[in-house]
């Protein structure tokens, strides 16, 4: 089992529509939650960051951290398709080291 | 404009050519890493250093190495390529030092052995 899991997608919604992305993991000890977007071609880069519980919402990014449940969710609202991209989350513990967990990726599609 | 500079972004080699990566940062980022990225896999930490002089293997490291002569740089060497190690290079680096915000990547270099 690995300790990210992740839909690779892809995705398909129309304009407009409320996008949910999801990740669970297995590591009790992850505090700190990410999510990377990663345009074809291109590096991934740092969207949303949360450590530890709860809600973040950043404009039409809203990111959600379940600890009870190891799941962590991704919404953007009023998707665009400009918002068309593989998304990453990625965790880690406060181990000092920085090592962050990648999940493999949803590819997202959103249609004009 | 803050960054993470790769180069090469594309590269072919032959099986054996020794090669090297450069990655170079611009934000005083004490702590770097190289990933590599391949479908069904995703993210993979190959090496990472926590400061000049300091480095340490990530989950992938055979086959490759690293320095940290500098601050800002960070080169991946591939001593004797070969076909497995075909895919997307990242390099990466983080502020360090109790500041966990992520990293910021670089545009990525994908790396092909024949």
């Known amino acids: 089992q690995k300790e990210v899991e992740q839909d690779p997608g892809p995705l398909s919604v129309p304009e407009g529509a409320i996008v949910s992305l999801n990740c669970t993991y297995s590591?009790?000890?992850?505090?700190?939650f990410m999510w990377y977007r990663q345009y074809s071609r291109k590096g991934p880069e740092l969207l949303m960051y949360?450590?530890?519980?709860g809600n973040k919402e950043d404009g039409r990014f809203t990111a959600q951290v379940d600890k009870s449940s190891k799941y962590i969710s991704l919404f953007i609202r009023d998707s665009q398709p400009s918002d068309s991209a593989t998304y990453l989350c990625?965790?880690?513990?406060?181990?000092?080291?920085?090592?962050?967990?990648f999940g493999t990726g949803t590819r997202l599609k959103v249609l004009a | 404009e803050a960054q993470v500079t790769q180069n090469p972004r594309y590269l072919i080699t032959v099986t054996g050519k020794k090669l090297t990566v450069t990655c170079s940062q611009n934000?005083?980022?004490?702590?770097m890493s190289w990933y590599r990225q391949d479908p069904g896999l995703g993210l993979r930490q190959i090496y990472y250093?926590?400061?000049?002089?300091?480095?340490d293997k990530g989950d992938v490291p055979e086959g490759y190495k690293v320095s940290r002569k500098e601050k800002r740089n960070f080169p991946l060497i591939l001593e004797s390529p070969s076909p497995n190690q075909t895919s997307l290079y990242f390099c990466?680096?983080?502020?360090?030092?109790?500041?966990?915000?992520?990293?910021?990547f670089g545009s990525g270099t994908r790396l092909t052995v024949v």
């Open positions: 990625a965790m880690s513990a406060p181990s000092g080291t920085y090592k962050y967990i």
């Open positions: 590591n009790s000890a992850f505090q700190y």
């Open positions: 949360t450590y530890s519980s």
């Open positions: 934000m005083n980022h004490e702590y």
């Open positions: 250093s926590m400061n000049v002089e300091v480095t």
């Open positions: 990466a680096s983080n502020p360090g030092g109790g500041w966990n915000y992520g990293y910021t």
